[in-house]
């Protein structure tokens, strides 16, 4: 499996970017897809999950303001992130899990290389 993220950028405080990762490799469907991010010094954090249902996890801080999802066939999981702020600085990744949708970095089987997002005040 692989999986290549892209879309990140810079934007001001207030603005919205979409992150996109391509899945291939593997049964897209048979997958949970998950985004997490790590800022410089910080430990990865997760941030959004989205099972075969089609159902999303948030972490708190991303309730509300983004939304992931995933699109068949083009097996490709999207992070549409608005209202960015300056703490939302950070590399963003997505990963895979056999096992489903879940918050722990650990249970996550593939990852990809990420990309980046800066918010500026």
Known sequence: ??????????VQAGGSLRLSCAFSGGAFSSYALGWFRQAPGKKREFVATIGWSG???YADFAEGRFTISRG???NTVY???????PEDTAV???AASKI???????LYDYWGQGTEVTVSS
């Open 72 to 74: 068949s066939p083009k």
């Open 100 to 106: 489903g949708p879940a918050r722990g970095t650990g």
């Open 79 to 85: 992070l549409q992130m608005n209202s960015l702020k």
């Open 55 to 57: 159902s999303g996890l």
């Open 1 to 10: 499996v692989q999986l290549q993220a892209f879309g990140g950028g810079s």
């Open 92 to 94: 963003y990744l997505c």
